[in-house]
């Protein structure tokens, strides 16, 4: 299933972590529905990957190197994104790191890099966008992606659970602060999203995807189309009553669960 071709038709969307699984594939769908894309990570090789695919798709996009740890950078990145198209319509805080290791067996840095990746960069992004977001004549958009774990405690990611929490709280604030702007504020939690490195690493290199697949109703994983048809939904005019909320894309896990859960270790 798509959207119609003009459903983000004018709008320019900032996709951080937009090269590579839940972001290209968003970055894809609002292409598809007509947005203009800036794309924004570290990496120049994979950033200029996505934006030949996405060019031969017949997508205007360009991309900007930044790392969310850094202020500056993201600033930088919003600056390009109003210089090369007039306006920013669209930010999808989506640059996310992370790793399986036991919460007792955590380096410091290990904890500070995720959280500052995760929570510090999407937050970043929120500070820096708050302006351009405020004068978009769509009523701005802003959604940060997160994850089921985040609502049930994650043994194993530790630091990118808290993140994602933390992630969840900002995004209520920032829908109380900003609907006055008219900007639109939520998050989407993906379950498992089985074509992704991530799911890759952590349930499937871990011996852990029957026993992660038994937890979903929908007995699959997630796509990373199905993210995408989301935020599509989020960022259109269909999605403009919308604010301080938390998509929930996952198969049903998430309600199925019993009180006690499944809290079983990811290592
Ligand atoms: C323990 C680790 C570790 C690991 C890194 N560290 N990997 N500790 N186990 N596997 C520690 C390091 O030892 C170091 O601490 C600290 O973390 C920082 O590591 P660096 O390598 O210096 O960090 P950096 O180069 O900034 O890279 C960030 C990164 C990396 C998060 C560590 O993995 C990355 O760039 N990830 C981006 C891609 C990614 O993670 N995608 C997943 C998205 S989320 P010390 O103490 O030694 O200095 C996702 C959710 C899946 O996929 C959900 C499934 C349901
Ligand atoms: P992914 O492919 O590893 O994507 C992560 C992206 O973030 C990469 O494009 C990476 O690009 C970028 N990134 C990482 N650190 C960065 C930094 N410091 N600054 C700028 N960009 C950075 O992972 P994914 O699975 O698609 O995850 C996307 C989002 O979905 C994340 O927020 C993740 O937590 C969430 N999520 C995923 C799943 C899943 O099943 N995969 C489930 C729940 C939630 P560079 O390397 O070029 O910087």
């Not at 990957?49 to 969310?68: F, M, P, S």
């Not at 799911?199 to 026993?211: C, N, P, Q, T, W």
Request: hydrophobic fraction near 45%.
């Amino acid at each position: 299933m798509t959207f119609t071709s003009d459903a983000l038709a004018g709008r320019v969307a900032l996709i951080t972590g937009g090269g590579s699984g839940i972001g290209f594939g968003i970055a894809k769908a609002m292409a598809a529905a007509g947005a203009k894309l800036v794309l924004a990570s570290r990496n120049a090789e994979r950033l200029d990957a996505a934006v030949k695919e996405l060019t031969g798709l017949g997508a205007e996009v360009i991309a900007v190197q930044a790392d969310v740890r850094n202020y500056e950078a993201v600033e930088h990145a919003v600056a390009r994104a109003v210089e090369a198209f007039g306006s920013l319509d669209i930010v999808i805080a989506n640059a996310a790191g992370n790793f399986v290791v036991p919460a007792a067996e955590m380096s410091p840095n290990a904890w500070k890099t995720v959280i500052d990746i995760d929570l510090n960069g999407t937050y970043f992004c929120a500070r820096a966008s708050h302006a351009a977001l405020k004068a978009s004549s769509f009523g701005g958009r802003f959604i940060a992606i997160s994850t089921t774990r985040a609502l049930e405690g994650w043994p194993g990611c530790a630091h990118a659970g808290a993140a994602k929490a933390g992630i969840m709280s900002l995004i209520r604030t920032l829908c109380g602060e900003w609907g006055k702007d008219g900007i639109r504020c939520n998050t989407i939690a993906p379950g498992a999203i089985g074509d992704t490195e991530g799911v890759k690493r952590i349930y499937e290199d871990a011996g852990r995807k029957e026993l992660e697949l038994s937890s979903i109703p929908l007995g699959e994983f997630g796509r990373t189309a199905d993210i995408a048809n989301a935020a599509v939904f989020l960022c259109s005019d269909a999605g403009s009553y919308v604010t301080g909320a938390d998509i929930v894309v996952d198969g049903g896990r998430n309600r199925s669960r019993s009180s006690t859960g499944v809290a079983v270790p990811a290592k």
